[in-house]
């Protein structure tokens, strides 16, 4: 089975921008659940999807949205860039997404920078 | 809210030194309990996972973790370290009965073992 991808794997924005990010999940797998890594705040939890329905979500500005597809696929987008959201965003699926005893398997992350 | 404390940043071992690194949360209710490995420029992978039973739980390539309840630890060791086990360590927890796609991180540990 193909791991978790992100696309893109870089990107260089503009504060003031937007930028939306994409995450292609394991096949069969429904939940998807997004996460903002920064060497001073670590691995922060921004929000989760399944079956299309955001489930959980973070502590996060009303800037930081996102969706899911009917194939699972999820996007996040980030509006009105500022240079403290330059990081990595990995994406993380999971099977049933109904068990809590699901494993997450993590994408290689977006590394955005915002100049 | 639950937290994560990782009280080593930086390890610096030899090889075949044992390892072990510290995790403590703080959540009032029970809890699952992971550790990832992200390896230089790999993607985060879960090392191993404690639901349920048996406090002391084996993961992969030798590592080993335990749950002491009444100290809110979940510490990782393994007897004896390669070069190759040089990656960043992160342990996290969801609160049980929850699903497990909203997991608060450590800030992580860096693993250096040196050949």
């Known amino acids: 089975k193909a791991g978790v991808t992100q696309t893109p794997r870089y990107l260089i924005k503009t504060r003031g921008q937007q930028v939306t990010l994409s995450c292609s999940p394991i096949s069969g ?5 997004w996460y903002q ?21 973070g502590n996060f500005p009303g800037r930081f ?29 999971r099977a049933q ?5 699901d494993t997450q398997y993590f994408g290689p992350g977006t590394r955005l920078t915002v100049l | 809210a639950q937290s ?9 071992l030899s090889e075949a030194a044992s390892l072990e690194l510290g995790c403590n949360y703080s959540y009032g209710g029970t809890v699952n309990l ?3 490995v992200q390896y230089p420029g790999q993607h985060l992978q879960l090392l191993l996972k404690y639901f349920s039973g048996d406090p002391l739980v084996k993961g992969i390539k030798g590592f080993e973790a335990e749950f002491i309840k009444s100290k809110f630890s979940f ?8 070069w190759s086990d040089t990656a960043e360590y992160f342990c996290a927890v969801n609160p049980k009965n929850t699903n497990a796609g909203k997991s608060t991180f450590g800030d992580g540990t860096t693993l250096t073992v040196k050949p």
């Not at chain 1, 797998?29 to 659940?33: G, K, L, N, T």
């Not at chain 1, 696929?73 to 994406?91: F, I, K, P, W």
Request: net charge positive; aromatic share 12%.
């Open chain 2, 75 to 82: 510490n990782l060791r393994k007897p004896s370290v390669q």
């Open chain 1, 29 to 33: 797998h429904r939940s998807v659940s």
């Open chain 1, 65 to 93: 949205s996102g969706r899911q597809f009917s194939n699972s696929r999820s996007e996040m987008n980030v509006s009105t860039l500022e240079l403290g959201d330059s990081a990595l965003y990995l994406c993380a699926s």
């Open chain 1, 97 to 101: 997404g109904l068990d809590y005893t």
């Open chain 1, 37 to 57: 890594q920064t060497p001073g705040q670590g691995l922060q939890f921004l929000f989760e999807y399944f079956s299309e329905t955001q489930r959980n979500k």
């Open chain 2, 34 to 36: 992971f550790w990832y």
């Open chain 2, 4 to 12: 994560v404390s990782q009280h080593n940043h930086h390890v610096i």
